[in-house]
């Protein structure tokens, strides 16, 4: 147990460093994010969630795919630099509370976002 429990501490705590560029991040993340996958053999299992959305036992697994990445993608953006990337998931935030769920699925589109923006400079400058 204890090794599914260090993979778990180590997705968690895979942050985005003040110098370290979005690239060296994600494939940080990407692989914390696979060994945890690979001691747990599969996608985390999120069964409240996945019951919510879900009543058809053909369709649990793939549901469950679906809550892991998404789950996935959410710490991915909770641990890049909010001094560069917070005003994207603030924004996101918002817009989800008035009901515009814009937010991305998986890694790959979210880091597509984070690549595109422009770092939150106002942020910065008060260091």
């Known amino acids: 147990m204890s090794i599914i429990s260090d993979a778990f501490q180590a997705l968690w705590n895979t942050t985005q460093k003040e110098n370290e560029d979005l690239q060296d991040y994600t494939g940080c993340f990407k692989t914390s994010k696979d060994i945890l996958e690979s001691h747990l053999v599969g996608p985390i ?55 515009n769920d814009q937010y991305p699925r998986t890694i790959t589109e979210a880091n597509n976002v984070l690549s595109n923006h422009n770092f939150d400079t106002t942020r910065l400058k008060k260091h």
Request: charged content about 25%.
């Open 45 to 99: 299992k999120l069964t409240k969630y996945v019951n919510l959305v879900c009543d058809d036992e053909r369709e649990i697994y793939g549901y469950t795919k679906k809550a892991s990445k998404q789950l996935f993608t959410f710490l991915y953006f909770e641990n890049a630099s909010q001094d560069k990337y917070g005003s994207i998931l603030r924004s996101l935030n918002s817009q989800k509370s008035l009901g």
